[in-house]
């Protein structure tokens, strides 16, 4: 009953609220009765059902539902949650410097940040964690025990961890600090007038931190161009896009714009300060996981003329999210506008009915024209000025990726070998990669092809027709085939396979820094870079294809 009360005057707080917004009256009725009609179930569920049930998990499992049918980005937070929110968009958190994840039923030490007291003491990703402060963890989520490893700098905190490969447990007691990832984990020169810089995430500062490596390869090298690279970046604070874009563009320049569904919260977002430079030629990298944030800085980059897009169609994430407090330490991340950049287009690709995707047409997609002219088009993410081809990964290595076998092959590569070259130019060698092949097989490792699941289906289709007797001996020989090809397969995928199995093993030794300098010899979008850079008239040509050749 404490509940119920509890509840039913959340209800009539809510429902005074939308008095005080109503401005569609048979709006607010429907809305009114709705709510009433969801008080009266939960309280008749909570008094009456046979089995004792859990008030909290109820209405978690009625939010999450109501939720999941507007769209993926409008969710509920609990207060274990925010906390790891906050760490993702602050790029910090008081803690002992590791990132955990899920691997079956064991809590595994995914991450670890270079130079913090969990790295000093010896732990290694892939480490078993057991206990904190004495306490096991059976059931407890993710985010609950992430957020037992944390708390104010200073504070102690005493953990049971067991080694991936010698399985030896040690209790360690380590001081927490503040602990901070950093957005931009690399920068540095090519060549002689290349500089690079990748941006993994908008956290706080992420614009001051591009600036200041900007700044530095500019102030020490004769830098003729640069790369920004934002694979993979999923975005963050929109403000630090604007602040990127600042770098390169001058003071004043709109960014972009938010349409809400309210007229009066539209808002504009300018550039405020004098820019670094707007002259130096520049690349921007973009994937099909560059979204948000990213998409803001590629495209007002590419709509004012300012920079060359190579890579893929980025995500196509054109929505924007604002938090709102709705007690107990809990908020609700709601999807309140939509961002257009100086073109005037939305980059969002998708439409939500009833939270499934949509996508957007080509019939119902618009024109637009960068600053000097050049066409581009809204509805489906930022497009490169220069497409990369890059294949999808290939089954096996879907599959080896899913079973952590990279992974797990990583920890016991660190622990056999104590030292390996520098990141930029470790390699594994041929019988490297062969104990890798013999350890996925010894690990009861199989996939299944593309090919396989349709032979699959062609089975079961037979089988209701009647005619699998008969063709049962075509199946074999197709199955045999697929066999073969599987076995072959650790030879066909060798140099993806090969690329991700160093990146794992570097990152062991060197953190993520590591794994850019060692990704940079083989990344075919810094080289087509690098190539456009070297030839400048294919670039200006790309960059500008409207202007018109002067003698």
């Not at 977002?269 to 590629?298: C, H, Q, W, Y």
């Not at 637009?368 to 050049?374: C, Q, R, S």
């Not at 990669?433 to 090919?451: D, K, P, V």
């Not at 650790?490 to 990146?503: D, N």
Request: include cysteine; proline fraction near 3%.
């Amino acid at each position: 009953m404490k509940n119920f009360i509890f509840s039913k005057s959340l209800f009539l707080v809510v429902l005074l609220s939308f008095f005080a917004l109503a401005t569609d009256p048979a709006r607010f009725l429907r809305i009114s009765q709705s709510m009433e009609n969801f008080a009266a179930v939960y309280k008749i569920v909570n008094q009456t059902y046979v089995d004792e049930t859990d008030p909290n998990q109820l209405m978690r499992v009625a939010i999450d539902s109501m939720l999941a049918h507007i769209d993926p980005y409008t969710n509920y937070f609990s207060e274990a949650q925010m906390v790891q929110v906050k760490m993702g968009v602050k790029g910090g958190w008081d803690g002992i410097g590791v990132e955990l994840m899920k691997k079956k039923d064991k809590i595994v030490v995914k991450e670890l940040i270079e130079g913090t007291p969990a790295e000093k003491m010896g732990i290694r990703v892939g480490d078993v964690l057991l206990k904190i402060d004495g306490t096991s963890f059976e059931d407890r989520a993710l985010e609950d025990i992430s957020k037992s490893l944390q708390g104010k700098a200073g504070t102690k905190v005493s953990i049971d961890i067991r080694h991936a490969a010698s399985q030896e447990v040690r209790n360690l007691t380590i001081e927490r600090v503040n602990v901070t990832k950093k957005n931009v984990p690399y920068y540095g020169m090519l060549n002689d007038e290349t500089g690079y810089i990748i941006l993994t995430t908008f956290s706080q500062r992420a614009g001051a931190n591009v600036q200041r490596a900007f700044e530095e390869l500019k102030n020490n090298n004769d830098l003729k161009h640069v790369i920004l690279d934002l694979r993979d970046n999923g975005g963050g604070f929109l403000m630090e896009a604007v602040n990127i874009c600042n770098v390169f563009l001058d003071k004043g320049q709109e960014i972009v714009y938010t349409k809400n569904k309210i007229p009066e919260w539209n808002r504009s977002f300018k550039t405020l300060n004098r820019p670094i430079d707007t002259d130096i030629p520049v690349v921007v990298l973009i994937n099909g996981n560059s979204a948000s944030a990213s998409e803001i800085v590629a495209g007002a980059l590419q709509d004012m003329d300012r920079a060359l897009l190579i890579g893929n169609n980025s995500f196509g994430k054109g929505l924007v999210q604002n938090t709102k407090d709705i007690g107990y330490s809990s908020k609700v991340k709601l999807t309140t506008a939509k961002y257009y950049i100086p073109s005037g287009r939305c980059v969002q690709a998708l439409n939500y009915k009833n939270g499934i995707p949509v996508k957007v047409p080509d019939s119902l997609r618009q024109s637009f024209t960068t600053k000097k002219g050049k066409q581009v088009f809204d509805g489906k993410g930022v497009e490169p000025d220069f497409a990369i081809d890059s294949k999808p990964k290939s089954a096996l290595l879907t599959a080896l990726e899913t079973e952590n076998l990279i992974f797990d092959f990583a920890n016991l590569y660190r622990e056999k070998n104590d030292s390996i070259a520098a990141a930029k130019v470790f390699e594994i060698t041929p019988k490297d990669y062969q104990s890798f092949q013999e350890f996925a097989e010894e690990s009861w490792f199989s996939f299944e092809t593309a090919s396989e699941k349709s032979l699959q289906v062609l089975r079961q289709q037979a089988k209701k027709e009647g005619t699998y007797e008969r063709l049962s001996a075509s199946f074999e020989a197709l199955q045999t085939q697929i066999d073969q090809a599987k076995k072959e397969a650790f030879v066909k995928e060798y140099e993806p396979i090969k690329q991700q199995l160093e990146q794992a093993i570097v990152h062991r030794y060197y953190f993520q820094k590591g794994q850019v300098e060692n990704r940079l010899a083989d990344d075919i979008y810094v080289k087509k870079a690098l190539a456009l850079f070297a030839d400048s008239v294919q670039f200006e040509q790309l960059l500008w294809p409207n202007n018109k050749a002067t003698d």
